[in-house]
């Protein structure tokens, strides 16, 4: 039997879903891009919302692109 926690949360993901969305693979392959975004001071979500979308519901995706922002940001430290 599902908890109301696990309701209320499945109920918010139903509801969140949109016409367009992508996968875990694609958000993958435009990471690259959305950080160059986030890095150059854009508002990444803004320009590329089906990334940030699908960032905002993905916990895996989310912490890749935490994670490669981490670094390319300590990499450009390096450079300068």
Known sequence: MLKRSDVVKLVKVVAETRETEIGCDECFERLDSFAEAELSGAKASAAMP?????LDKCAD?????EALLQQVSVDMTHIA
């Open 50 to 54: 089906l990334v940030g979308d699908h």
């Open 61 to 65: 995706c989310r912490s890749k692109s």
